[in-house]
C-alpha cells in the first residue's frame, strides 16, 4: 500500500512538473546553430576560360590574397591536392549540435570537390566567416596579376526563436549583390 501511494505521488508530481518546466522556466528560447559563412570566389577571362584552374598556364593562383579583419591571407592549393591524392576523404570528427566556425584561409578547390553536380571550374574558398557575429566588414581581394576587388559583408540583427533570422548583405565593389560566388573577370 506504500508502495503503491508512493507510486501515485511521483505520478502526479512528474505530471505537474513538466508544465512548469516547459512553459514558465523554459519559455521561448531556442539555441540556434547559425551556418558559417564562406565566400567563393571566382576568376576568368574575357572568354570564360577558368584563371584559377591549375593547368591553365595563365592561372592566377600563386599570390593571390584576401585580406580579412587586418590579417592577409595567401591562397593555399593544399585541399585542391589532397582531393587528387584521396578520391574519398572519412572524417572521425565527432558531430555535436553546437557547430563553432574554423577560419580554414583561402583555399582552391575543384567544384565539383564540394558539389557532386558541379562543373570542373575552380574557386577560391574563403572562410568560415562567424555567421552568429554582427559584422561590417571589407573583404579585400589581390590577384597575383595586381587586380583587386572589394567584397563588404554586413550581418546584423540576429533574431533567434521560431523564426530565426538576421540581416545579411553583400556588395561586390560598391554594388549590391546577392552573394557568392564573386566573379572577377580579367580582360586581357
Not at 512528474?14 to 518546466?21: D, G, T
Not at 576560360?49 to 593571390?64: K, R, S, V, Y
Not at 597575383?144 to 540583427?157: A, M, R, V
Request: with cysteine.
Amino acid at each position: 500500500m506504500q508502495l503503491e501511494t508512493e507510486m501515485k505521488r511521483f505520478t502526479i508530481l512528474s505530471i505537474l512538473s513538466v508544465p512548469v518546466a516547459c512553459d514558465e522556466i523554459i519559455g521561448e528560447q531556442y539555441e540556434v546553430d547559425w551556418a558559417p559563412v564562406n565566400v567563393w570566389i571566382k576568376v576568368q577571362d574575357g572568354s570564360g576560360a577558368d584563371l584559377l584552374d591549375p593547368e591553365n598556364p595563365d592561372n592566377l593562383i600563386d599570390g593571390t590574397t584576401i585580406s580579412f579583419k587586418g590579417e592577409t591571407f595567401e591562397a593555399s592549393m593544399e585541399w585542391y591536392e589532397d582531393s587528387k591524392a584521396e578520391e574519398k576523404k572519412t572524417s572521425s570528427t565527432v558531430t555535436t549540435k553546437a557547430y563553432l566556425s574554423r577560419m580554414y584561409g583561402l583555399m582552391l578547390v575543384k567544384d565539383s570537390m564540394l558539389q557532386s553536380d558541379a562543373g570542373n571550374d575552380c574557386s577560391l574558398v574563403f572562410g568560415e566567416i562567424d555567421a552568429a557575429a554582427d559584422m561590417d566588414e571589407d573583404l579585400v581581394v589581390t590577384l597575383s596579376d595586381g587586380t583587386s576587388g572589394t567584397i563588404h559583408y554586413h550581418c546584423s540583427n540576429h533574431h533567434e526563436g521560431r523564426n530565426s533570422s538576421c540581416k545579411r548583405t553583400w556588395k561586390f565593389n560598391g554594388k549590391e549583390v546577392d552573394g557568392n560566388p564573386f566573379v572577377f573577370t580579367i580582360s586581357k
